[in-house]
């Protein structure tokens, strides 16, 4: 028999807020070996640092890496703020349709620059009246705070996603966008830390029932490489299964 992810927490003992408070960073200032999968964006995910700080410590010139290659991991990975105030307390007012939801959807935006705002005004340039196409937004430092999560009007209106081509997935799926063109650059550690506590809270206290997660590309009938080489897919869902 197969068990759903809440089965399953409450069959070990475990609450979604116990999960969610669980260690998910390795031990930094220590040494990694690269296993066959690896990426620089999935170890600075596991160790909660950056692609940049661990290039710069191993004076690596691209990234790429080797199966068996010894890695340090700088010492200085700082523990995770909470970068969800906001985003909670906005929520607290709205009547979510907890029913409705059952997939999350992450993006990102291709360019390096933007906020909700600015995209808003695109989309509904583009005539999509809804405005931002996606529910929630994450910011890169430059138009709006490094790892700021902002609430775009659908998730203020609960209303259907426009973030990808299909009307039925749209109306259940929620858009996750986060600033920068990752075919080009990395997720800064901020924003993934603030992608990782949004996933967290979304999937173990507001909407349990969003069990499904996809990155754009790995939607039927989407021809894109969003959210782009960089972005760390393959662990997030080892992360967020189903």
Known sequence: MTLSRR???????????????????????????????????????????????IKNANKLNSDLIRVGQKLSIPADAAPSTDLLGAVRAQTSKIPVRVDNWRRIVVHHSAIKYGNAAAYDREHRRRGMKNGLAYHFVIGNGIDS???????????????????????????????????????????????????TQLMDWLRGQVIPKAIHFAGHKELRGEQTVCPGKNFPLAAMHQRYPG
């Open 145 to 195: 705070g490094d790892g700021e999560i902002e609430i775009g009007p659908r998730w203020q209106k609960q209303l259907l996603g426009g973030h990808v081509k299909s009307y039925k997935i749209n109306l259940t799926a929620i858009g996750i966008c986060l600033v920068g063109n990752f075919e080009k650059e990395h997720p800064t550690k901020r924003q993934l830390d603030a992608f």
């Open 7 to 53: 089965e399953f927490l409450t069959k070990m003992g475990l609450t979604a807020a116990a999960v969610t408070a669980l260690p998910v960073h390795l031990t930094a200032g220590s040494t990694y070996t690269v296993q066959k999968g690896d990426t620089l964006g999935h170890i600075a995910l596991r160790f909660g640092t950056s692609v940049r700080a």
